[in-house]
């Protein structure tokens, strides 16, 4: 079995090893299943905090998420959780469903540079359809726009950052691995804002690849944000209040008054409830 296929193995371990408390807190967050023009390779989960507020005059704000380990659709209460305890009020979050192309698929979300066999499209263009069948539905500020990811969908995300043209605004990576040469020109994420986030004590996904970005991202002109926590591999500690510091810093360029919820007290919701 590869390396890679291992370090997916590994979260997905410890996140079912977390104690299965229900999911009683995020009852409350509204749901929903769609596919990208019927299709069912193409799923993603519209989640909204608020569905009963009224909709912002210059639209919502969305964060679209990719999960890592296998980017499967049980991440969804997870999801739900940044959605009630993290994003900024009036925003919208869209957890994309990794496409599963073979059995034996070891890069969860293949991009334009790193493909997969048999694969019908990229994450770059399944992010871009998602984005445009949200649009039908909402008016969306497009000023306020985010991409967050781990682990395993980390090199997507940092795809996205070093694209010619992206819709984002701002970039979360978390615990994840940094390759260069498996992406675009790293020079093309000047000015645009990212937060990195990892552990010393990371066996998966090595400290010193997240230490690589952001001093290439830097010296390439992007405004970057090095957070450092301990455990390891995984979604470890006071998780939500440092997601809702890196929004807060991913939003400072866009000019609005953001309303944020209460990040829990510890200990926090964990990512497998």
């Known amino acids: 079995m590869s390396r890679r296929r291992l370090s997916l193995l590994a979260v997905a371990v410890l996140l079912a090893s977390q104690p299965a408390l229900g999911q009683n807190d995020v009852e409350d967050v509204g ?18 905090a608020a569905p009963e507020a009224p909709e912002p005059k210059s639209g919502r704000g969305v964060l679209f998420v990719l999960p890592g380990g296998d980017g499967g659709a049980d991440f969804n209460p997870f999801v739900r959780r940044i959605a009630k305890y993290v994003a900024p009020e009036g925003f919208l979050v869209v957890q ?14 293949p991009t334009v540079q790193t493909p997969v066999k048999d694969q019908q499209f990229t994450t770059e263009q399944f992010i871009a359809a998602a984005l445009e069948d949200v649009r039908t539905s909402h008016k969306v500020d497009e000023d306020r726009l985010l991409l967050m990811g781990w682990s395993s969908s980390g090199p997507a995300v940092y795809n996205m950052l070093c694209a010619e043209q992206t819709p984002f605004d701002g970039f979360y990576i978390s615990m994840s691995i940094f390759k260069p040469d498996q992406m ?17 004590d990371d066996r998966t996904c090595p400290f010193h690849l997240a230490e690589k970005a952001r001093d290439d991202l830097t010296a390439a002109g992007a405004s970057v944000r090095f957070v450092t926590y301990a455990g390891g591999h995984g979604w470890r500690g006071a998780i939500y209040p440092r997601m809702k510091d890196a929004f807060a810093f991913l939003l400072e360029g866009a000019g609005r008054e953001e309303q944020w919820p209460s990040p829990p007290a510890e200990p926090n919701p964990d990512p497998a409830r």
């Open 96 to 109: 994309l469903v990794a496409p599963k192309w073979a059995e034996d698929q070891y890069i969860i979300w």
């Open 184 to 200: 675009p020109p790293v020079a093309r994420a000047a000015g645009r804002r990212v937060v990195i986030e990892h552990s010393p």
């Open 31 to 48: 749901s929903t299943r769609h596919s990208v023009g019927r299709d069912e390779r193409q799923i993603y989960f519209l989640v909204d």
